[in-house]
């Protein structure tokens, strides 16, 4: 089994996610995983009147 990508988590890594500060996919346990999908995240979001897509606005 492989541990958790996170700084010094011995956790089994369970979920992927792609980490927009280092650029590249991270094998990491669930509570981790949020933790990096969160970075960066835009301070409001927005959903597009036509498609129904999401969009950041900071």
């Given at each position: 089994m492989t541990r958790c990508e996170y700084a010094q988590c011995r956790r089994?890594?369970?979920v992927w996610v792609?980490?927009?500060r280092e650029k590249r996919l991270?094998?990491?346990c669930a509570e981790h995983a949020?933790?990096?999908v969160m970075a960066d995240w835009?301070?409001?979001?927005?959903?597009?009147?036509?498609?129904g897509c999401?969009?950041?606005v900071n």
């Open positions: 089994t890594g369970c792609w980490d927009r991270r094998l990491c949020e933790l990096i835009p301070e409001y979001d927005v959903n597009c009147p036509k498609c999401l969009f950041g």
